[in-house]
C-alpha cells in the first residue's frame, strides 16, 4: 500500500489545519494508520492513530484537546485535524500504516512522504 500525505502549510498560532492521507494500491482494512511528526534533528514523535477495522482512535496527550483523528472509508483516507496550533507545533508530519498500532515509528513498514507544517507566531 502507498500512503499519500497532504494538507500542510503555512498558519498563524491560533489557526487550524487538516492533514489527509490516503492510501493507494490498496486499502487501509486491516491497518492501523498513525501520524507521527519530527522536527530536524529529533526523532519521529507519536501523535495520533487509528485502528481503520474498529475507528478507535488514540491522540498523544500532548496535543489532547487539540487534535482529532479521523477516518473516511469510501475515500480510504485518514484525517488529522489539528486546532488551536502553537508554535511548537512546526514540524513536518507522516502518516505511517501497519497491521499493529504502535508508538514507535520503527514499527511501521508503510510511510508516506510527509507534509510539512510551519506555525508562525
Known amino acids: 500500500v502507498q500512503l499519500q500525505a497532504s494538507g500542510g502549510g503555512l498558519v498563524q498560532a491560533g489557526g487550524s489545519v487538516t492533514l489527509s492521507c490516503t492510501a493507494s494500491g490498496g486499502s487501509f482494512n486491516t491497518y492501523a494508520v498513525t501520524w507521527f511528526r519530527q522536527v530536524s534533528g529529533k526523532e519521529r514523535e507519536y501523535v495520533a492513530a487509528?485502528?481503520?477495522?474498529?475507528?478507535?482512535?488514540f491522540v498523544e496527550d500532548s496535543v489532547k484537546g487539540r487534535f482529532t483523528i479521523s477516518r473516511d472509508n469510501a475515500k480510504n483516507t485518514v484525517y488529522l485535524q489539528m486546532n488551536r496550533l502553537k508554535p511548537e507545533d512546526t514540524a513536518r508530519y507522516y502518516c505511517?500504516?501497519?497491521?499493529?498500532?504502535?508508538?514507535?515509528?520503527?514499527?511501521?513498514?508503510?510511510w508516506g512522504q510527509g507534509t510539512q507544517v510551519t506555525v508562525s507566531s
Open positions: 487509528v485502528r481503520w477495522i474498529t475507528g478507535n482512535t
Open positions: 505511517a500504516a501497519d497491521y499493529s498500532l504502535s508508538r514507535s515509528s520503527r514499527d511501521y513498514r508503510y
